[in-house]
C-alpha cells in the first residue's frame, strides 16, 4: 500500500513539473503588460500592442472582445514578435 502512495507522488510531481508556462509580456503605444503563465484565455488592456516578448515555444492568437471571443486579430504567433499596432481585449496561450 506504501508503494502506491509512493508511486502517485511521483506521477504527481512529474506532471508538475512538466507544466509549460507561458508569462507573455505586450508593450503598447500607453504602457506595458505581463499576463498568462498558464496556457488559458486571459483578459487585457493594452492600447496599440506592438510588440510581445515570450519564452521559445509559447504561442498565442488575440482577439477584440473579451473571453477570446469574436474577431482574431493578426495571425498566430509564436515566441517574440513585432506587428502593427492592435488594440486586443483578449489573448489566448498556448
Known amino acids: 500500500m506504501k508503494f502506491q502512495?509512493?508511486?502517485?507522488?511521483?506521477?504527481?510531481?512529474?506532471?508538475?513539473?512538466q507544466a509549460k508556462s507561458c508569462p507573455i509580456q505586450i508593450t503598447g503605444s500607453k504602457w506595458a503588460s505581463t499576463t498568462g503563465g498558464n496556457p488559458g484565455c486571459y483578459g487585457l488592456n493594452v492600447p496599440g500592442a506592438y510588440k510581445v516578448a515570450t519564452p521559445p515555444g509559447c504561442?498565442?492568437?488575440?482577439?477584440?472582445?473579451?473571453?477570446?471571443?469574436?474577431?482574431?486579430?493578426?495571425?498566430?504567433?509564436?515566441?517574440?514578435?513585432?506587428?502593427?499596432?492592435?488594440s486586443p481585449k483578449s489573448v489566448t496561450i498556448w
Do not use: A, E, M, W
Not at 6 to 17: D, G, K, N, P, R
Not at 63 to 79: A, E, S
Open 59 to 86: 504561442c498565442y492568437q488575440f482577439f477584440d472582445d473579451f473571453g477570446c471571443k469574436g474577431k482574431r486579430l493578426g495571425v498566430v504567433h509564436c515566441g517574440n514578435s513585432n506587428f502593427p499596432p492592435i
Open 5 to 17: 502512495y509512493i508511486f502517485l507522488l511521483i506521477i504527481v510531481f512529474l506532471t508538475y513539473v
